[in-house]
């Protein structure tokens, strides 16, 4: 069964949480939350986080999608797309 | 009036403490941190011995969450750890990330070989075409001057930041660099020190070399042994020494603790002529390194009570020795103490100097000498120029003013520099 969405985001908060250095950041994230202006991730760890991602659901996430994830709720439509395609 | 460089700060990640205490009290007591190392015997390495920084999961609560994450080099952690221990060591602070970084404070860190590991897995996923996950951290763990990019981020850093390498004789030259920087007039503080990687990918080519002991992998702590007649090649080794080096005046308004002064020193190559080649020293250069750093220290050669030399346990340690001899124009009883800390921590390669140094500025400030291990049987050649008395086996209590440290290093490079007890007059 496909994961539900808040246990995506779950997922997903536990994989940037090392990349955040503002733990006050991480109190409030939710579906609006943009990855480099809120949480001041450094753009370059941007990848390392897209490789977490697809290791932690088993999926492949290309370079025009990766663009596209800005915000958590971006990431997830991503994750949640891919994970379908899958299915 | 020249500007009198002093250091305000140590820290240090050694095969036989990781930290100045540990590392004090391991080299007090003569602790070896030489161990038998499964993982080369698993790949067939002819030297199975290895001298490897014990680190726990406490020390590396000084890294930042993501430093733990990504941080795969051995090099970089021990240098970070020796660096953070080092500057608070010092009493210095970092200015938080929104403020101006200090232009003052500038850095020259240097390794050999910083991320072998990393070095390694990268190639493997290249290999298989699966170069997206190097991911973000590959480059700065293998880049030549990594450890000092990391460590201007660490401190905020506003002056020259860079990294040195001369092989084994970069920990010693990174001093010598950070000090003429600072008596230019273009620095008040640098942090220096060296480190490296450890472990098969770092130490395959020496093991190639034959340059490495193969005949003691029962007797690991016997291994080591520099000046002893039966000395069969240096045990390998890793980790980080860092030290801050201060201009004097600002070190005083500080208040800071002033461990000791850097007189002066040189660094010279024998340029692989008469007898120098990449792997073995032109004896003149050396002679000639030594000379011109008890000039430019400004001292008369009489006045160096200990020498802590490069001594690796190979057939150099006597020719070593008597360039000592030759360059002072001392033997006998009249030759300084001397001794050699890779008896204990073998020959931590690019790092050696940086942890030998620390050794040394502990002997001044405590008056004492650390025994030189496993040369109960000193090499007859060594015992022909010096008074085996001047080479202590065990720790003694010595007051020791003025020490000589030298570092040499493949490509027939040269460093001797000259630490003094500090002296307010």
């Known amino acids: 069964m496909a994961p539900s969405r ?8 536990r994989i940037v949480e090392p990349y955040v250095e503002d733990e006050e950041a991480l109190t409030s994230v939710d579906e609006d939350t943009n990855l480099l202006e809120d949480l001041s991730i450094d753009s370059m760890n941007l990848v390392d986080i897209i490789l977490d991602v697809e290791e932690e659901f088993g999926i492949e996430i290309d370079d025009e999608a990766a663009e596209q994830m800005t915000t958590v709720g971006s990431a997830v439509d991503i994750i949640a797309s891919r994970l379908a395609a899958a299915d | 009036m ?64 993501l430093e733990r994450k990504t941080l795969e080099a051995s090099g970089i952690i021990y240098g970070l750890l020796a660096a953070v221990e080092a500057w608070s060591n010092a009493g210095l602070d970092v200015p938080g990330n929104e403020e101006d970084p200090d232009w003052e404070s500038g850095c020259i860190f240097g390794s050999g070989i910083a991320g072998a590991e990393v070095m390694r897995d990268a190639t493997y996923l290249i290999d298989e075409g699966r170069v997206k996950r190097l991911g973000s951290g590959a480059v700065s ?30 920990g010693t030259e990174s001093l010598l660099l950070a000090a003429e920087h600072i008596r230019s007039g ?57 030290l801050v080096c201060e201009e004097l005046e600002s070190a005083i308004q500080r208040g800071a603790t002033i461990h000791a002064e850097v007189l002066g020193g040189a660094i010279n190559s024998g340029g692989q002529r008469k007898g120098g080649s990449m792997t073995a020293a032109n004896k003149e250069g050396i002679v000639r390194c030594i000379r011109h750093a008890v000039e430019n220290a400004g001292i008369h050669p009489r006045e160096i009570d200990a020498i802590s030399g490069h001594l690796t346990a190979t057939l150099f340690d006597p020719i070593e020795i008597e360039q000592w001899s030759v360059a002072l124009e001392r033997s006998g009883s009249q030759f300084p ?43 007859p050649k060594i015992a022909e120029c010096i008074d085996p008395e001047r080479v202590p086996q065990t720790f003694r209590k010595h007051a020791v003013r003025t020490l000589a440290k030298s570092s040499f290093g493949f490509g027939d490079v040269n460093t001797c520099a000259i630490l003094r007890r500090y002296d307010p007059e």
């Open chain 2, 186 to 242: 273009a620095a008040t503080r640098m942090i220096c020190g060296a480190c490296d990687s450890g472990g098969p990918y770092a130490w395959g080519g020496f093991d190639a070399m034959r340059v490495t002991n193969r005949r003691s992998n029962e007797a690991p702590e016997a291994a080591s042994r520099p000046l002893s007649a039966t000395a069969a090649g240096f045990v390998p080794g890793c980790g980080a020494g860092a």
């Open chain 1, 6 to 13: 808040p246990d995506i985001i779950d997922r997903l908060h």
């Open chain 2, 141 to 170: 763990q293998v880049m030549a001057s990594g450890i000092s990019a990391y460590l201007g981020g660490r401190f905020g850093l506003g002056n020259r930041v860079s990294s040195n390498a001369s092989a084994c004789a970069t």
């Open chain 2, 337 to 379: 103490y001397v001794n050699s800390l890779k008896s204990m921590v073998g020959h931590c390669l690019s790092a050696s100097g940086a942890i030998e140094i620390i050794a040394a500025i502990l002997q001044i400030k405590g008056e004492w000498l650390h025994g030189s291990l496993n040369c109960e049987n000193l090499h």
């Open chain 2, 2 to 65: 020249t500007r009198r460089v002093v250091i305000t700060g140590m820290g240090v990640v050694a095969p036989n403490g990781v930290g100045l205490s540990a590392f004090e009290t391991a080299v007090r007591a003569g602790e070896s941190g030489v161990r038998f190392i499964q993982e080369l015997a698993d790949r067939n390495f002819a030297c199975q011995l290895g001298a490897v920084p014990p680190l726990e999961a406490s020390h590396l609560q000084v890294l930042t969450t």
